[in-house]
């Protein structure tokens, strides 16, 4: 019984027998040194590893992400020699929107794959992957923050009524150029709330939030 784990590790990817291809345009399209291209490819391998091993869905890094997105340009490469007659199975590229869901889900999903690949092959690259601890702070950061909007928000509008207190000598254009004021402080607070979740990292670090299946 053949070892695919070994074969994916030692896949080349090419064009026409031309192993250089490759490497030169990830060299070109994100100026990596000839040295981290080599790395990133390598770990690339091991991240195809953890998809074939896993049913689970499994997050790269951003850098893996660049490899991988470009890898699935070089078509024959990627479905006909790597899926198809490598693995038996298609391993699919799945975007994440920037819902504050998806990205929990990509935070947790790059946690799983972090533990995966220590399991197999030790600790991670930090230059490919990144910190560990850094991953954990941007998850309670995310999971802080709908709160920490609201509350900043509740803050807000209960000064605005305290300030505009209505008297006998209030007039009735005071009181409406008041009332518009204050929908239009609730309005935009109510947009701050909803996308104070929407900021870099997600997909995350991820870009982005690709998974692997069947």
């Known amino acids: 019984m053949k070892?695919?784990?070994n074969?994916?590790?030692?896949?080349?990817?090419q064009v026409n027998g031309d192993k250089t291809i490759f490497i030169s345009k990830l060299m070109s399209d994100n100026n990596w040194s000839k040295k981290f291209t080599f790395l990133a490819v390598s770990e690339y391998k091991k991240f195809l590893c953890l998809l074939n091993m896993s049913s689970e869905r499994l997050s790269p890094?951003?850098?893996?992400?660049?490899?991988?997105?470009?890898?699935?340009?070089?078509?024959?490469?990627?479905?006909?020699?790597?899926?198809r007659d490598l693995l038996g199975k298609e391993i699919h590229h799945i975007p994440s929107s920037l819902s504050q869901v998806c990205k929990q889900q990509d935070i947790t999903s790059y946690e799983k794959t972090l533990a995966l690949y220590q399991l197999h092959f030790g600790p991670p690259d930090k230059k490919v992957w990144g910190e560990i601890n850094a991953i954990s702070a941007e998850k309670s950061k995310i999971a802080a923050m709908p709160t920490k909007s609201y509350w900043l928000s509740l803050i807000f509008v209960s000064t605005l009524l305290t300030a505009c207190t209505i008297t006998e000598e209030t007039?009735?254009?005071?009181?409406a150029i008041?009332?518009?004021?204050?929908y239009v402080a609730y309005q935009v607070l109510k947009w701050l709330v909803k996308h104070s979740t929407n900021g870099t990292g997600g997909c995350s670090s991820s870009c982005g939030g690709c998974g692997g299946g069947d």
Request: glycine share 4%; net charge negative; proline share 0%.
């Open 7 to 13: 074969e994916i590790l030692n896949f080349d990817i």
């Open 171 to 175: 007039s009735a254009g005071e009181i």
């Open 61 to 83: 890094s951003k850098v893996i992400d660049r490899v991988w997105h470009c890898h699935l340009t070089f078509t024959h490469s990627y479905w006909h020699e790597l899926c």
């Open 3 to 5: 070892n695919v784990n």
């Open 178 to 182: 008041w009332i518009l004021g204050a």
